[in-house]
Each structure stands twice: as structure tokens, then as C-alpha cells.
């Protein structure tokens, strides 16, 4: 399929937007009431830090909604505005926060779900308005949409349609794309749909046995049943990895892309020499800023005294997840929350752990005066952050005027 030809084509139906309805203003101030905080804007202004009594709240200095998520969630409420009686559905969460995405919900946007690992779009029909969330569809689900005669609203972040355009860049060269990324991400699935062959890794682990494949061979067999589920259809490592392009989901971790870039880049260099590398090894920077600057942030804030560390979003956030494991490599104790619930008590909290599962840990509020740090991924509204903080003081018995 040429994908190039079939987006060029969609984007000038008519039954195709990726522009707001004209409500701007209307939203914004509806976005502002049910997701802003004037607490959150007072720490902002107060160097990103605030003490009352015995506690100290230290923000990061970038956290929170980034200008892509804002887009998508703002031409979300236009779409319900600008068709008020027609059916609206979303083929995925429209950012990986739960209260915003149960916000829309409320609004009588209906979700595809899911049966059997695969959406069930038989529940589409014509006229209806889909809406793709900021994370990307893949092409084959925008053109089933596309063939329904859906009207479609394309929230998907300019950043991933960057990606997106170095994939096609790849495959116009012949090369493979290694997408730095999670295999079942929407972005990456999205992605992957745009490239012609592909291999995902998931780390540089990953990327290191393939590199080592690369110059030493190996069991074909093996190397299959490990990217089994991360790998273009009929894939082959032994003529497929000849010629390498590095493409990357925009949430994951920027410095492990970049070594995985520049570890596919020595390799090729090593096996085909300096001179021919253009010829083995593509390379574009697809990292998006806001998660750079989120994660920059989180590398200036775990270099403080800190007691503990929140990390507030999405437990399915690949970016608030990789904010998370920068507080977990500097040893600070920290607990990844998706909302002020998962604080049971002063005694007991309720936390995602890196591999996935949900943690309760005890005794994790300290006596005494204490410093905390608080962040939280691109997905998060400063409300929920606001509501966490609060409960924060409550517990140590701190009102906030």
C-alpha cells in the first residue's frame, strides 16, 4: 500500500479534519475551568516550589500537559460542539489520562472497545465522527473509517506524524526502520503501519542483540521467536538488517534513543566501513520536545534533597512511566499515582511499580518536616496534580489557603 498517497489523499476529503470547528475560545475557557489550578500557577510563579508548616512541595520545572495533548483534548470538546446530536466515537483513549478521558465519556463520546486483542469498528457507521487521539491510527484503521464514509477528526500529535514521515523516508530508501518503542504502544502500532519492513526494540538491550547479530550472525530461529510479536511480516535478519533507519515512539526515554541510534550507527560503521555508512545507516531526530524537556526537568529535580518522589499520570503513560524510572535510578523512594484516590491513607499508598503491577507500600508518608517532589507526565492536568498536593497538607494537617 502506498501510505504516502493514500494520507495525501485523505487529507483533502472533505469528510477529513485536523483543525479546530471555530470554538476556540469557548473551549479554552471551558479546558481552564475543568483542568487549570490556581494553586499549581502559584507554585509556577513561586520558583516551583511551596512550604507550608513542616512540608515542602518541589515541582519540576516542566511538567504536566504538553501543547500536543492540550490540542488533541481541546478539538475533542470542538468536535462535541461542532456536531451536538451525531454519534462521536474515539478509536482509542484520546491521551492516557483517566479523568479526561472519563470527562469525554460524560460528553457522550463512545470509545471503540475492544474483543479478542482486535477493535471492534463494526459498531461504526456512516455519517458517524470518528475521532483519532493524539497518539495516531494506523493506516488501515483510517482507511476502514476512511471506506465507511466516517467523517474523521485527526487529533494526532504533530509530533508523531513526524515519525511518521521518517518511516516513509526509510522506505523510500529500502531500509529497515528500528523503532526505539513498545510493540503494543498505539503510537508504535500506529507508526509501524507507516513503515515498510520494521524491527521494534524495546531497550538497548534489545538493540544490543541485534546489533550483535548484526555483525556476528546468529540463530535465525531465535531471533524470530524474540521479535515475534515487534517485526514487519516476513521478516528476515539475515537480509532485512543490511540497511538500518532509526525512528522512535516520541514517549520513550530521549538518552536511551539516542544511544540506540548511535550504537546502530558504530555497528554499521564497524561492518561497512566509514565511507558506505550513508548507504547502511539513516538517521533524523524524531524526539519529541515536550517529553524532552519533561524528562530534562526530572534530571534537575532528582539532584535535590528530596524525601520522596510523586510521579503523577496515566499508569498505561509510556512518558510518566520513563519519568518514574529516572526517580527509581537515583534510588529516591517514589510512587507513580494516577490520581489523589490512589493515597489511601498516611500510612498506606497505592502504586504502579516499573514492571506494571500495583504496589500498596506502608509507613510512606515521613514524620517530621519533609521535601517532596512532584512531577507528573505530559498527559496530566495540573487539577489532578493540585488535588494530590493538597491531599498532601491535609495528611500532614497543613490547610492551603
Not at 85 to 108: A, F, G, K
Not at 314 to 340: C, M, R
Amino acid at each position: 500500500m502506498d501510505t504516502k498517497a493514500f494520507k495525501r489523499s485523505l487529507h483533502h476529503s472533505e469528510n477529513y479534519h485536523r483543525k479546530g470547528f471555530g470554538h476556540q475560545a469557548e473551549v479554552a475557557t471551558q479546558l481552564n475551568s475543568e483542568y487549570q489550578s490556581n494553586l499549581i500557577q502559584e507554585i509556577r510563579d513561586n520558583n516551583y516550589t511551596l512550604t507550608l508548616g513542616n512540608v515542602t512541595i518541589r515541582l519540576a520545572q516542566s511538567f504536566g500537559f504538553c501543547w500536543g495533548v492540550e490540542r488533541a483534548v481541546a478539538m475533542a470538546y470542538e468536535t462535541r460542539k461542532h456536531f451536538p446530536s451525531e454519534r462521536i466515537w474515539i478509536t482509542n483513549e484520546i491521551i492516557h489520562n483517566p479523568s479526561v478521558n472519563q470527562r469525554l465519556r460524560e460528553m457522550q463520546v463512545e470509545f471503540i472497545q475492544v474483543q479478542d486483542g482486535n477493535k471492534d469498528f463494526s459498531v461504526v457507521e456512516s455519517g458517524d465522527v470518528v475521532i483519532l487521539p493524539a497518539f495516531g491510527a494506523s493506516v488501515q484503521e483510517m482507511q476502514l473509517l476512511n471506506d465507511k464514509g466516517c467523517t474523521i477528526v485527526d487529533t494526532t500529535c504533530p509530533w508523531v506524524s513526524k515519525v511518521w514521515n521518517t518511516v516513509e523516508k526509510h522506505k523510500k530508501r529500502e531500509c529497515t526502520s528500528i523503532i526505539h518503542g513498545k510493540y503494543k504502544h498505539e503510537e508504535t502500532i500506529a507508526t509501524s503501519s507507516f513503515a515498510g519492513k520494521y524491527l521494534i526494540v524495546l531497550n538497548l538491550k534489545e538493540a544490543e542483540y541485534v546489533t550483535n547479530y548484526i555483525l556476528n550472525g546468529g540463530n535465525r530461529e531465535e531471533f524470530l521467536a524474540k521479535f515475534s510479536n515487534a517485526c514487519s511480516a516476513g521478516f528476515d535478519p539475515d537480509t532485512d538488517l543490511e540497511s538500518v533507519g532509526i525512528a522512535n515512539q516520541t514517549t520513550m526515554l530521549k538518552s536511551e534513543t539516542e544511544q540506540i541510534g548511535k550504537l546502530f550507527e558504530r555497528t554499521m560503521m564497524q561492518k561497512y566501513g566509514t565511507v558506505n555508512l550513508n548507504d547502511h545507516f539513516q538517521s533524523f531526530n524524531t524526539i519529541c520536545d515536550a517529553t524532552q524537556e519533561r524528562q530534562d526537568a526530572m534530571f534537575e529535580l532528582v539532584e535535590e534533597k528530596l524525601d520522596f518522589m510523586l510521579v503523577i499520570g496515566g499508569f498505561n503513560s509510556s512518558n510518566t512511566s520513563h519519568l518514574q524510572e529516572i526517580a527509581e535510578e537515583e534510588k529516591i523512594p517514589s510512587y507513580h499515582i494516577d490520581s489523589v484516590e490512589r493515597i489511601l491513607s498516611e500510612n498506606s499508598i497505592e502504586h504502579r511499580q516499573l514492571d506494571g503491577s500495583l504496589n500498596i507500600t506502608e509507613n510512606w508518608l515521613p514524620d517530621g518536616e519533609i521535601i517532596v517532589g512532584v512531577t507528573s507526565g505530559a498527559s496530566t492536568p495540573d487539577k489532578v496534580v493540585e488535588d494530590v498536593i493538597e491531599k498532601i497538607f491535609e495528611l500532614k494537617a497543613m490547610a492551603v489557603v
